[in-house]
């Protein structure tokens, strides 16, 4: 089976999913989109509302930054995947819980499966916590490429969300961003 096939039952299994009572309050699953042949996963945090409305990863202001950054390495959207650690929005952009990043879990890792990036880019804190459990903060750990014990390499970085309305996190999102091409080259 293709590996976008593979991604689509996934992305089926996603939309029947009542795991978490997040399937109570939203209005669509958002379970990931891009190229299923990409070199580099982006995980961010959770749907927000615009991606709930419409079911698409980062369509809404920080989905416009991440373009941005995206095309100032050469890339577009097309070209990469995009996915969440939660598939489902949480009532009022509220921080993820841990039940529902566990029950979460099992579609993110099927994913990372089938698509077998070179790199996973962690977009803020709940990306890092849930793939690199225990390494530090993302103060610490923003910008810097680590090969995990798995094998598998992943890339910290501030939410563009969150560097959206903070000028100094904005640089560093656009300084650290600015690293990947050198650091996909080197795995
Ligand atoms: N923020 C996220 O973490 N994910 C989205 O899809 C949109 C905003």
Known sequence: MSKQSQLNEIAAEITQCVKCPLANSRNNT???????EADILFVGEAPGQKEDEQGIPFCGAAGKFLDEMLYTIGLSRDQVFIANTLKCRPP??????????QACR???DKQVEVIKPKLIVCLGRHSVA????????????????VRRPNGQVYLALYHPAAALHNG?????????FKKIPAILNKI
């Open 92 to 101: 009022e952009n509220r921080d993820p819980e841990d039940s529902e990043k």
């Open 130 to 145: 849930n793939f690199m459990p225990g390494a530090g903060g993302i103060s610490k750990l923003h910008g810097k490429a």
């Open 30 to 36: 958002v379970p990931g989109s891009g190229n299923p």
């Open 168 to 176: 100094g996190l904005r640089s560093t999102l656009i300084e650290d």
């Open 106 to 108: 099992p579609y993110l």
